[in-house]
């Protein structure tokens, strides 16, 4: 079976003893974490995030003496409490899922996966599903500088390496990187220049908030085709669903990355995964996917293959109920009180706007940070978004799931961004020099009929359009988060005017006014506030 051409970690005999009991493999990408406490599988999700190192390797380094190792018998075999009882519910599951097809019994165990090496094109189809939790190692915190085996962290697809465009990609994609490695210094330097260290920050503290600084403007040269480390926890339902996209994915990668999914998570929640496969389950399941895309592909070309995209803002508000927020206000008297609903909203609707807004101002109630947050009455309104980003701010937005969100092939059809401080650093050449030359690869790559790979080939800064569609509980979530001050202009200004937008285009101002933590404020090093905070817990601590 053939596996993701992903960077491989190599350990010492002694270290591979080690890790043996706690993965279900030593020497493969995708793995699964076995015999570990809740506590540390989380613990360790979230250090990766922020580390340039695999999650075995940080295991090793920096988790190791905070587990204890697994018992041995007498013959020296190791005895875990992992497989207590696991041939009984095994059979239990099996039954259950196969001859009653109560699916909810398979969001009762889960697992956690680590995929390590996958594309930004890949990590974007793992990060799909609602019911799992994610953590995606970040641009702004690991520089994308290292070269295991002489290669940069991205990832050639199969599609590609067949052809004659093999050697254009790699060559494209290898300036990139080297374009962007060689300026993190420059631009660093550029940033102390124009923000010189502060006397009560720390040289630690002033050191992370350049570098990072430097890393999100820059990170727009990164290509698509860029590897990623990924941490993945979900339920057995949410894996099986997960599986099946992959399976009827058109992209090599994606189908193989699943293939190596499967084989790990079956030695963790086997019975919960045994429909995948089956011919007559999974089988017809990924054949309707795989059918049902492209039919709809060929219909759906007879309609728009002619048009061309209108201009439109960065952000638009395409959809809204003008009645929303007296809908709000009815949901939220409706707890408290023993009247109909179609009686509530007669309420509502004749109470003045002044007299709503108080109503809303006590449901909502003081809060004091963006976590306290409203009743489900602010679920009973909606807005949609159809926003264009660029691919760097889509890839931080796109992973909110408590909402519907679709985007569009990425291309350069929709131009691409370019931050102040690449002309000031004296970078423009050099950064439209990758603009043009990732546009050129993708464009031939869409002329060999490799559409599907192309998006491999377009750099971060380009855009990509996509919707949001959310109530306004989730949008209050979403736009708080978004935009606080440690947070990457790029999706900040998107959701600062997703908030303008409510207030002003919905005329919801009451319910925008809840969203008391939404920050419109202009912030020039992103990260220092947070970083500031981040020493003095250290020193508490």
């Known amino acids: 079976m053939p596996v993701p051409t992903l960077s491989r970690d190599t350990f010492t005999a002694e270290e591979t003893r080690t890790l043996q009991p706690y993965f279900t493999n030593t020497d493969r990408p995708v793995f699964a974490l076995v015999n570990l406490p809740e506590t540390v599988k989380g613990a360790l999700f979230a250090r990766y995030s922020r580390s340039a190192k695999s999650l075995r390797r940080l295991f090793l380094d920096e988790f190791l003496g905070q587990v204890t190792s697994p018992s041995t018998d007498a013959g020296g075999e190791q005895q875990t409490t992992a497989g207590v009882?696991?041939?009984?519910?095994?059979?239990?599951?099996?039954?259950?899922?196969?001859?009653?097809?109560?699916?909810?019994?398979?969001?009762?165990?889960?697992?956690?996966?680590?995929?390590?090496?996958?594309?930004?094109?890949?990590?974007?189809?793992?990060?799909?599903?609602?019911?799992?939790?994610?953590?995606?190692?970040?641009?702004?915190?690991?520089?994308?500088?290292?070269?295991?085996?002489?290669?940069?962290?991205?990832?050639?697809?199969?599609?590609?390496?067949?052809?004659?465009?093999?050697?254009?990609?790699s060559q494209t994609l290898d300036a990139a990187f080297e374009t962007y490695?060689?300026?993190?210094?420059?631009?660093?330097?550029?940033?102390?220049?124009?923000?010189?260290?502060?006397?009560?920050?720390?040289?630690?503290?002033?050191?992370?908030?350049?570098?990072?600084?430097?890393?999100d403007t820059l990170r727009g040269l990164l290509p698509a085709a860029t590897t990623s480390n990924v941490g993945l926890f979900g339920s057995g339902q949410a894996f099986e669903a997960l599986l099946l996209r992959t399976f009827a994915h058109p992209l090599d990668e994606v189908q193989t990355c699943g293939r190596a999914m499967l084989a790990e998570l079956r030695q963790v929640i086997p019975a919960f995964l045994a429909r995948v496969d089956q011919p007559d389950r999974g089988?017809?399941?990924?054949?309707?996917?795989?059918?049902?895309?492209?039919?709809?592909?060929?219909a759906a070309a007879t309609i728009i293959e002619r048009e061309r995209p209108q201009p439109r803002d960065e952000v638009t508000l395409t959809e809204f109920d003008p009645d929303g927020e007296i809908k709000v206000v009815a949901s939220a008297l409706y707890a408290v009180s023993d009247l109909p609903d179609d009686q509530l909203l007669d309420i509502a609707r004749r109470l003045s706007a002044e007299e709503r807004a108080a109503i809303l101002r006590a449901y909502v109630g003081d809060r004091t940070n963006r976590r306290h947050k409203p009743g489900r009455a602010f679920e009973r309104t909606r807005y949609r978004f159809d926003v264009l980003a660029d691919y760097g701010a889509f890839r931080d937005l796109q992973r909110h799931r408590?909402?519907?969100?679709?985007?569009?092939?990425l291309s350069p059809d929709h131009g691409f961004t370019e931050p102040a401080a690449i002309e000031e650093a004296g970078a423009?050449?050099?950064?439209?020099?990758?603009?043009?030359?990732?546009?050129?690869?993708?464009?031939?790559?869409?002329?060999?009929?490799?559409?599907?790979?192309?998006?491999?080939?377009?750099?971060?800064?380009?855009?990509?359009?996509?919707?949001?569609?959310?109530?306004a509980r989730e949008a209050m979530h979403v736009i708080e988060l978004r935009t606080a001050p440690q947070g990457h202009p790029s999706y900040r200004r998107v959701c600062?005017?997703?908030?303008?937008?409510?207030?002003?285009?919905?005329g919801h101002r009451a319910i925008a006014d809840a969203m008391r933590f939404a920050d419109h404020s202009e912030v020039e090093l992103e990260r220092l506030q947070s970083e500031r905070a981040l020493e003095r817990k250290r020193h508490q601590s």
């Open 85 to 169: 009882g696991t041939e009984r519910a095994d059979r239990l599951y099996a039954r259950v899922l196969s001859e009653y097809g109560d699916d909810s019994v398979a969001q009762l165990g889960g697992a956690h996966l680590a995929c390590e090496g996958a594309s930004n094109v890949l990590t974007k189809v793992l990060e799909w599903g609602r019911l799992m939790a994610y953590l995606e190692q970040s641009t702004r915190y690991v520089p994308y500088t290292d070269r295991p085996n002489g290669r940069w962290k991205y990832h050639l697809p199969a599609e590609v390496a067949r052809t004659s465009l093999a050697g254009q990609f």
């Open 402 to 409: 408590l909402l519907t969100l679709e985007w569009q092939p």
């Open 283 to 298: 089988g017809r399941w990924i054949d309707y996917l795989t059918r049902t895309r492209k039919g709809f592909e060929s």
């Open 496 to 506: 600062q005017l997703m908030h303008t937008a409510i207030a002003e285009v919905a």
């Open 181 to 215: 490695a060689r300026w993190i210094p420059a631009m660093e330097a550029h940033f102390r220049a124009k923000y010189p260290k502060s006397p009560d920050d720390s040289d630690a503290v002033y050191r992370s908030v350049i570098r990072a600084k430097a890393l």
């Open 428 to 471: 423009l050449a050099d950064w439209r020099e990758i603009m043009d030359r990732s546009a050129e690869l993708h464009a031939a790559l869409v002329a060999r009929g490799l559409g599907d790979a192309a998006p491999y080939a377009v750099v971060m800064a380009y855009r990509v359009r996509f919707y949001m569609d959310m109530n």
